[in-house]
DNA sequence: TTGCTCCTCACGTCACGTGAGGTGGC
DNA sequence: TTGCTCCTCACGTCACGTGAGGTGGC
C-alpha cells in the first residue's frame, strides 16, 4: 500500500537510502497517512483524498465532499437493498415450488415497439379463453399485411380490462418496425412505449403459463415491486406444428 | 456486452458469418442471456452464473448459492451502514466547531506494545493535573534504562481510574521492544495488548489535548461506536523545548 | 460514392496483492 | 555463509467501455 501510495505521489518518504531504495518515513508522514486512511474508511477514492489532503480544503467545501459521500451511500445502500429483497423472492420462490425456476426473471426497460394490431374480447384469462380468439385475429392481420406488401415481424399481445366484469379485450398482432401501414377500422397501427417490466422467458406450449404468471407475480411481489398493468406477450420463435420449441416473452409492467 | 460474453464463452452465437464475421443470435440464446442477466442483477459474477447456467445445478445447490449471497448483501449493508454513520458523524463535527478538523481520525488495531512503565496518580485528568506526575515518572523510568543498559523507544501513556473518586492513576513509560528488562518495585514491564481503537494524530503542544478528546469521543458516540475504556497516548516526537512540532498519537479503545 | 452497422485489436479502469528475482548489512 | 528485510519490475483483478482503424452490402 505505501509503494503505491508513494508510486502516485499521495505520500512520498521522507528519504529514502540511496544504496538499498529502502523508504524511510517521518512522523509528518504518520499524520498525513493518518488523514489518508481517514478519508479512504469514508469511501473516497485517492484523487478525492489527494485534493483534500494537498489543498487544505475550506470547510465548506469538505462539507460539501463529505454530502456528496452520504448522498451516495445511501443511494448505494437502498440498491443493495432492492438487490436484497429480489434474492429473497427468489428463495421464497424456491420454497414454494422448488421445481419452478424463477432464474429468467429480468427487470428492464422495453424497447418502443410498433405494431399492426386487430383486438378482440375474450370471456377471460387462460389458454381455453384467449386462443380461439387468437385463432381469429392473427389470420386477419396477417393477410391485411400480406394484401399491403408489408413483412410481418415477430407476433405481439397485450390486455386490456376496460368492463371490469371480467372479460379481456386481446390486442395481438405482427411488428411491422419502420414500415408503413395504414389503419383500418380492424387493422391498427399502435406504438406499445416503452414501459418498466418483469420478463421472463417461456419456452413450450403456453397451456402451463398460467403458473408462470402465477410465480412471476409473486415474485414482484416479494421483491416489493407493483404491477402497474396487465402483461404483454412477444412471440418470438412459433409454430402451431411444434408448440415444445415455443419461445414467448412475458412482461410484466412493474412500478417502483 | 455481448462481445465480452462471446470472447469469455459464456454466451457464444447462434452463427458467425464467416466473411463479415458478424454475429447473430437465436432464440435459445435469449433465454440463456435472461438467465445470464437475471443472475448478474442479484450480484453473481460471471463466473458463478456460467456454473449456474451451464451445469443445471440442483435446487439444493442454488439455494445455497443463493443464501450465500443473501448472506453476503447483508454484510455489505451492515459495512455501509456503519461507514454512513461515520460520514455523519464528520459533518456533524464540523457542524460544532468548524476550526477542528476531525480528518485523521482513524479506526484501527493496536500492534500490541511491550513498555517498562511507572505509575503514580493525579488528582484528575487535564494537563494541570497530569504534568507534574509525567514529570516526575519518565525520568525515574529513563534512568532505569539507562543504568540497565536499555536503549528507550518512544514514550508511551495509559491512564486507570481504580477509585472512582475522580484521581486517576497515570501509567507511563517507554518502549522497549524485544529487549529484556528486570522489573522493581518502582518499575514494571507490562504488555500492553492489541486493542480497536479510534486514533488521532495530534500535533503541537498538550494543552489542547482535551478538545481534541471532546471530538474524539463525541465522533464515536455519533459513529454508533462504545467507548471501553481509558485512552492510550504515544508521544511520537517530543521535546519540552519545541512543544509546537510534538507529535501525539491519542487513542481511544472503542467497541461494536 | 456515401452511410451504416458491425467487426477486431488494444488499452484503460481502481487500488492495490502477489510472485519472481535480487540485494545490503547483520 | 545464512536469514532477514526491503527492493524493483511485471502481471493479475473484474466486467466491461471506449476509441482507432477497417469492411461488406445497401
Redesign the interface.
Known amino acids: 500500500m505505501l509503494r503505491h501510495y508513494d508510486e502516485i505521489g499521495l505520500l512520498q518518504p521522507d528519504r529514502v537510502d540511496e544504496a538499498t531504495g529502502y523508504r524511510s518515513y517521518g ?2 508522514q ?2 498525513r497517512l ?2 489518508v ?3 479512504r ?3 473516497f477514492n485517492l484523487e478525492q483524498i489527494r485534493v ?1 489532503v494537498d489543498d487544505e480544503l475550506p ?1 465548506e467545501q ?2 460539501g465532499m ?2 456528496m ?2 448522498a451516495q ?2 443511494d ?2 437502498a440498491t ?2 432492492a ?2 429483497a ?3 423472492a ?2 421464497r420462490a ?1 420454497e414454494r415450488n ?2 419452478m425456476i424463477t ?6 426497460t422495453t424497447d418502443p415497439v410498433r405494431i399492426a394490431e386487430a383486438s378482440g374480447v375474450a370471456p377471460g384469462f387462460g389458454h381455453e379463453n384467449l386462443n380461439p380468439v387468437f385463432a381469429q385475429l392473427l389470420p386477419e392481420v396477417l393477410a391485411y399485411l400480406e394484401a399491403a406488401g408489408v413483412r410481418p415481424g415477430i407476433s405481439v399481445a397485450w390486455y386490456d380490462d376496460p368492463d371490469d366484469d371480467g372479460t379481456v379485450v386481446l390486442h395481438t398482432g405482427f411488428e411491422i418496425g419502420d414500415q408503413t401501414v395504414r389503419s383500418d377500422d380492424r387493422v391498427r397501427v399502435v406504438d406499445l412505449p416503452a414501459i418498466d417490466v418483469a ?3 417461456h ?1 413450450g406450449p403456453m397451456d402451463d403459463v398460467e403458473s408462470v404468471y402465477e410465480a412471476l407475480i409473486q415474485w414482484i411481489d416479494d421483491s416489493g415491486y407493483h404491477l402497474s398493468g396487465l402483461s404483454r406477450e412477444l412471440y ?2 412459433w409454430s402451431d406444428d411444434n408448440p415444445a420449441e415455443n ?1 414467448t ?1 412475458l412482461q410484466m409492467p412493474i412500478t417502483k
Open positions: 512522523v509528518a504518520l499524520a493518518h488523514r486512511l481517514a478519508l474508511d469514508l469511501g483534500v470547510v469538505l462539507r463529505l454530502r459521500r452520504q451511500i445511501e448505494d445502500l443493495e437493498h438487490r436484497l429480489r434474492v429473497e427468489h428463495l424456491l422448488p421445481q432464474q429468467h426473471i429480468v427487470l428492464k420478463a421472463v422467458v419456452r418470438l420463435q419461445v416473452e
